[in-house]
């Protein structure tokens, strides 16, 4: 379940507006770690992922700590819950990025990357996963439309990701399909984009 343009919007708005305080937070924790770094040559890095709430709302965070330098990526992500044939609950995620479209994650995108299942513990530990793997994930334009939006994609390890323009603010990352699942025309171009990206 995907919300609309405007919704997606105003939690990109409070995302950027709290991303300074979160990166704060990262900044300070990674601190002494970077301290450990230092002091044991033998070490190369530290990487650690965990939750972190600020004003009531939720972040999963990637903290990378090398000798010389911190890297991290951020989702602030919340629930939904609609009566629907049932009680139906969504997961949503957003990746503040300043200077450019934020992107959205919908809840059926984190049903079908990693383990495929709509139960939504499973999709709270894919959402994890996903970040911890792709914590600065960058798409392309393909310079097609869809849904009457300009479509993008990723082509990562493990197949694609689709996605399209969603506002002047944001990319809505839609889905993902498999290599298991790709169609012909999928593969083909998988392979066109790992190529120019040299994988």
Known sequence: MSLAPAQVDAHVALALRDLPRVEEHLE????????????????????????????????????????TEQRHGVLMHWFTYVRRKGYTEALHAVQPRPGERSLYFDTHFFSRWGLRNDELRVKVTNMQGFLRQYPALELVE??????????????????????????????????FISLAIMREHERMLWDRLRGEQGK
């Open 28 to 67: 300070r924790r990674g601190r002494p770690l970077q301290g450990a770094v230092h002091k044991d040559p033998e070490l190369a890095g530290i990487e650690q992922h965990f939750r972190y709430s600020y004003k009531g709302r939720d972040w999963y965070c990637v903290l990378q700590v090398g000798a």
């Open 142 to 175: 393909l310079g097609t439309l869809f849904r009457g939006r300009p479509a993008m994609v990723a082509a990562i390890d493990h197949g694609l990701i689709h996605g399209a323009m969603m506002s002047d603010r944001t990319i809505s990352c839609d889905t």
